[in-house]
T-cell receptor, first 111, second 118 residues
Framework: QQQVKQSPQSLIVQKGGISIINCAYENTAFDYFPWYQQFPGKGPALLIAIRPDVSEKKEGRFTISFNKSAKQFSLHIMDSQPGDSATYFCAARAGTYKYIFGTGTRLKVLA | GAVVSQHPSWVICKSGTSVKIECRSLDFQATTMFWYRQFPKQSLMLMATSNEGSKATYEQGVEKDKFLINHASLTLSTLTVTSAHPEDSSFYIC??????????????FGPGTRLLVL
């Protein structure tokens, strides 16, 4: 119940294309859903986050879509660029400040 | 934005020695910090929650005597890997929670510390 399932494990997208990463959860007590971007050898950096009372949030080229009834949320990267090549983690907050992370998606954007 | 630093960024040590990793919140106070471990191409595994002025809360399966955590101030938490062994080699990442304008409570990560035990 504490798991966050993330797919796909890896993703290859052409430059300018749309990258879509999906996550699903079981615990309805989760109350905050951030996405993190991690480059090799670096710590994760917060990209964008959403609360369950909102169905979509957009920041620049990054959009989170949230489906509360299906207990799913996804990250869309529009106009994907080679610089977006990184590993992306979804997460869900479980209780005070405790985060559960997805398994990660390695994105490669081809030039 | 909120910045979390870690020191050292990488460390190599001999088996049996102890290694201390520092995590600092540079421009905010953090009553709670977190320590994660990450194996290559895997997700982050929460090891423990570090609370300022009190004992850390360890996740199931994490040896508290092996991974000593001290949260001495509102801006500093340390992780000491005692009697390190090669299987302790990993990427250790800390994080701290800050209230960010427009985003509310947000968890910020340090750059990580790569530990290699020979």
């Amino acid at each position: 119940q504490q798991q966050v399932k993330q797919s796909p494990q890896s993703l290859i997208v052409q430059k300018g294309g749309i990258s879509i990463i999906n996550c699903a959860y079981e615990n309805t007590a989760f109350d905050y859903f951030p996405w993190y971007q991690q480059f090799p050898g670096k710590g994760p950096a917060l990209l964008i986050a959403i609360r369950p009372d909102v169905s979509e949030k957009k920041e620049g080229r990054f959009t989170i879509s949230f489906n509360k009834s299906a207990k799913q949320f996804s990250l869309h990267i529009m106009d994907s660029q080679p610089g977006d090549s990184a590993t992306y983690f979804c997460a869900a907050r479980a209780g005070t400040y405790k985060y559960i992370f997805g398994t990660g998606t390695r994105l490669k954007v081809l030039a | 934005g909120a910045v979390v630093s870690q020191h050292p960024s990488w460390v190599i040590c001999k088996s049996g020695t102890s290694v201390k990793i520092e995590c600092r919140s540079l421009d905010f106070q953090a009553t709670t910090m977190f320590w994660y471990r990450q194996f290559p191409k895997q997700s982050l595994m929460l090891m423990a929650t570090s609370n300022e002025g009190s004992k850390a809360t360890y996740e199931q399966g994490v040896e508290k005597d092996k991974f000593l955590i001290n949260h001495a101030s509102l801006t500093l938490s340390t992780l000491t890997v005692t009697s390190a062994h090669p299987e302790d080699s990993s990427f250790y990442i800390c994080s701290a929670t800050a209230l960010t304008s427009g985003r509310g409570e947000t968890q910020y990560f340090g750059p990580g510390t790569r530990l290699l035990v020979l």
